[in-house]
């Protein structure tokens, strides 16, 4: 019986490392393969510029970006760079599965992401906005230079909006007057030099399947 168990421990481990276990949070940079989409959600193959190969989930919060339009997974060829803002996604089991929270295609001579800073910043985030957080909230009130979002672990607090926020409703470029009040909404951001968060897109509403 004891050494069953070992054999069991054995192989749920190594399921853990193809998995990709083993990867960093954040910005990892590779090639998209073997897309294995069923409906909004499932998963495809990531190698990194290391070689390391790992299976990824994605679901309907994970945004495919290709030239700044919205895209489903099976827009990305198998040659085209990617970056991909990696998390890592808890399973009944206790393991831990890469997840895909954003994928875009990459930048021609975009820099190389640095592992210490928290905040990865390109020399095109002036035309692409990005940021290393994401999460959900419900929208509670605005003011001047700020949104009010309510998380479902934290109360409404002010969200800075950045001169450059993107702001998404249903796949399509919106306006920050076109959000309601009471509105779910996925938020990427990003912390400023004073630590304060920055609003880099506000993205809500349904989106067409394949879009």
């Keep these: 019986m004891g050494r069953v168990f070992f054999l069991l421990l054995l192989m749920a481990l190594a399921a853990c490392a193809q998995d990709g276990e083993e990867l960093p ?122 949104v009010l979002v309510k998380t479902r672990t934290a109360p409404a607090r002010p969200l800075l909006l950045r001169p450059d926020t993107r702001f998404l409703e249903g796949g399509v470029a919106s306006h920050r007057d076109n959000l309601p009040v009471n509105q779910m909404v996925f938020i990427r951001a990003g912390k400023n030099i004073e630590g304060r968060l920055e609003v880099y897109q506000v993205i809500w509403g349904e989106i067409t399947p394949g879009r």
């Excluded at 090639?31 to 959600?41: A, I, M, T, V």
């Excluded at 640095?114 to 906005?129: F, G, K």
């Design 25 to 146: 949070l954040g910005i990892v940079r590779g090639k998209l393969s073997e897309p294995e989409p069923s409906g909004l959600r499932g998963r495809f193959l990531l190698t990194t510029e290391s070689g390391k190969q790992t299976r990824c989930s994605f679901d309907e919060r994970t945004w495919f970006e290709s030239q700044r339009v919205r895209v489903s997974v099976t827009a990305f060829g198998p040659a085209d760079p990617v970056e991909v803002l990696v998390d890592q996604r808890l399973q009944a089991d206790g393991s831990r599965r890469c997840h895909a929270r954003t994928v875009r295609l990459m930048e021609p001579n975009a820099p190389a992401p640095n592992p210490r800073r928290p905040v990865y910043r390109s020399v095109t985030e002036h035309i692409i906005p990005r940021g290393d957080l994401t999460f959900s909230g419900v929208v509670t009130g605005f003011t001047p230079d700020a």
